[in-house]
């Protein structure tokens, strides 16, 4: 009964006008921790926990399942992103995460299943649409994904769970990540996805 008023209140506050009138309710009835931050309309937050500082989500994003997300200063969320962990995760003793590092940018239209942890590097940017982010499937064992810093993931990739994007390094359109990269200014891409290039600088000059 508990959780199905949590949920409905989450269905309320998310189509209130104003950020302020937003974030005061999530502080207050479901004691998430933000400071200086927003949260845009019809953005649906029913989840363990929440921290913001000076961090920002848009629009018509939906975070429902049990786990945490943590969002450091300059970290933004666009529209039209699914954030879940199913029920079942916690029968396993499952502790799902997401934490945007500093600056770090996620764009539009993107999935991220939390039955693991997924972290993304501070101005790492998960740009174009339709990226998935699996952190559950088969006999995985080691299932959390990380994104090291000052990345660039293109539209359509998909990550297996256990997988890694090394610092610096670009993640081309379509690819299929189902392992950890580990050298850093690298080109990788392809399906399943290999390292195509090595000391790139894809800020200024990668082909």
């Given amino acids: 009964m508990r959780k199905k008023i949590h949920l409905i209140g989450a269905l309320f506050i998310a189509t209130l006008p104003f950020t302020v009138v937003r ?3 999530y502080r207050l009835f479901f004691r998430y921790k933000i400071e200086k931050s927003k949260i845009g309309w019809l953005t649906i937050i029913y989840i363990d926990n929440l921290t913001m500082e000076n961090a920002s989500i848009n629009a018509f994003n939906i975070f429902s399942g049990s ?8 970290s933004s969320i666009g529209s039209f992103n699914y954030f879940r962990c199913g029920k079942w995760a ?12 500093k600056d770090a940018f996620i764009v539009s239209q993107h999935y991220f299943d939390l039955f693991g942890t997924i972290i993304i590097g ?8 339709r990226s998935q982010f699996w952190t ?10 990380t994104i090291g810093k000052e990345c660039y993931i293109g539209s359509g990739v998909k990550f297996a769970p256990g ?13 299929v990540v189902t392992k950890k990269f580990m050298k850093a200014h690298t080109l990788i891409g392809g399906v399943p996805a290999k390292e195509i290039r090595s000391n790139i600088n894809w800020r200024e000059k990668w082909k």
């Fill in 23 to 25: 974030v005061t309710l």
């Fill in 67 to 74: 786990f945490d997300v943590v969002m450091e200063t300059n």
């Fill in 90 to 101: 916690k029968d396993m003793h499952r502790e799902g995460k997401l934490v945007l590092h």
């Fill in 122 to 129: 501070e101005k790492s940017i998960i740009a174009g649409v």
């Fill in 136 to 145: 559950h499937g088969g006999m995985s064992t080691e299932v959390n994904i």
């Fill in 163 to 175: 997988t890694a994007i090394p610092d610096f390094s670009l993640c081309a359109l379509g690819s």
